[in-house]
T-cell receptor, first 112, second 113 residues
Framework: DTGVSQNPRHKITKRGQNVTFRCDPI?????LYWYRQTLGQGPEFLTY????????KSRLLSDRFSAERPKGSFSTLEIQRTEQGDSAMYLC??????????FGPGTRLTVL | QKEVEQNSGPLSVPEGAIASLNCTYS??????FFWYRQYSGKSPELIMS????GDKEDGRFTAQLNKASQYVSLLIRDSQPSDSATYLC?????????????FGQGTILTVHP
């Protein structure tokens, strides 16, 4: 069990650019989650997948944010036309059921 | 009203004391309740889960749940400086929110020697 991995760990981009993050869940976990966390706040739910099906997503993902999980393995989160307000830690988590949700190390995004 | 509310603190306790962290939630259909610990610059780490009313103990940690009052708490006995971190309460809702965890803003705990 190597844990949830995320790449890159840090990303600095200019406003208006697109960015894509990758998450590799723990291999036997069929559920995968994306959260966003800003300083002083708890993680904010973005979306979750069961296998390749995206079962729930927040209103944030209706606009510039999109997530995919092809073949039910790794997942990508894309942010189009980044804004300074997108600067945050993007956390991926996975679980074998609904209750043991384990987080990866996160990708820290800075939008200049 | 926020879905999950915590006192942001900071809560400061002396080494060896009991730290008490509290959380309230708004969704009466909530099914499962969790406490995560987050060290500065790190990701959240699951430390406790509780599903039914009452107490659940795991080492120095005790989680308490009162669904009628929509209240969850975490007690840390014999607090150590290494317990200094932000503690996040998370709730798994019912109905259409069944799949996601909703987090509070976290309580900063400082244990001083």
């Amino acid at each position: 069990d190597t844990g949830v991995s995320q790449n890159p760990r840090h990303k600095i981009t200019k406003r208006g650019q697109n960015v894509t993050f990758r998450c590799d869940p723990i291999s036997e976990h069929n559920r995968l989650y994306w959260y966003r966390q800003t300083l002083g706040q708890g993680p904010e739910f973005l979306t979750y997948f069961q296998n390749e099906a995206q079962l729930e997503k927040s209103r944030l993902l209706s606009d510039r944010f999109s997530a995919e999980r092809p073949k039910g393995s790794f997942s990508t989160l894309e942010i189009q036309r980044t804004e300074q307000g997108d600067s945050a830690m993007y956390l991926c988590a996975s679980s074998p059921d609904f209750d043991r949700v384990l987080f990866g190390p996160g990708t820290r995004l800075t939008v200049l | 009203q926020k879905e999950v509310e915590q006192n942001s603190g900071p809560l400061s306790v002396p080494e060896g004391a009991i730290a008490s962290l509290n959380c309230t939630y708004s969704d009466r259909g909530s099914q499962s309740f969790f406490w995560y610990r987050q060290y500065s610059g790190k990701s959240p780490e699951l430390i406790m889960s509780i599903y039914s009313n009452g107490d659940k103990e795991d080492g120095r940690f005790t989680a308490q749940l009162n669904k009628a009052s929509q209240y969850v708490s975490l007690l840390i006995r014999d607090s150590q400086p290494s317990d200094s971190a932000t503690y996040l309460c998370a709730v798994r809702g019912g109905g259409t929110s069944y799949g996601k965890l909703t987090f509070g803003q976290g309580t900063i705990l400082t244990v001083h020697p």
